[in-house]
Nanobody, 117 residues
């Protein structure tokens, strides 16, 4: 069992910044990658970006150059971060943390990000 807890969402003006955090704990054996996904109202969930165990990163074209994913390990917890800069109204969505291994896949509860003036 893996537990993912996100934090850091909120309301921000266009052009502003937010940093999301995700704490992953539990049975993280053979963790392949962690990532951030988002789902806007009426749209499908989409990948924002992910980071593998060897720290390779991958981003959606819509966020390249604006968002940065990073991760750190501490004791039995893996922390995943998403630094979001130059936010746009179209970035408004519920953001979900994901962690997966060879035979398992877990999601956090989601955190709302709203970009509006």
């Amino acid at each position: 069992q893996v537990h993912l807890v996100e934090s850091g969402g909120g309301l921000v003006q266009p052009g502003g910044s937010l940093r999301l955090s995700c704490a992953a704990s539990g049975s993280l054996f053979n963790l392949y990658a962690m990532g951030w996904y988002r789902q806007a109202p009426g749209k499908e969930r989409e990948l924002v970006g992910d980071i593998t165990s060897d720290r390779s990163t991958n981003y959606a074209d819509s966020v390249k150059g604006r968002f940065t994913i990073s991760r750190t390990n501490a004791m039995n917890t893996v922390y995943l971060y998403l630094q979001m800069n130059s936010l746009k109204p179209e970035d408004t969505a519920v953001y979900y943390c994901n962690a997966h291994g060879p035979s398992w896949n877990y999601w956090g509860q989601g955190t709302q990000v709203t970009v509006s003036s």
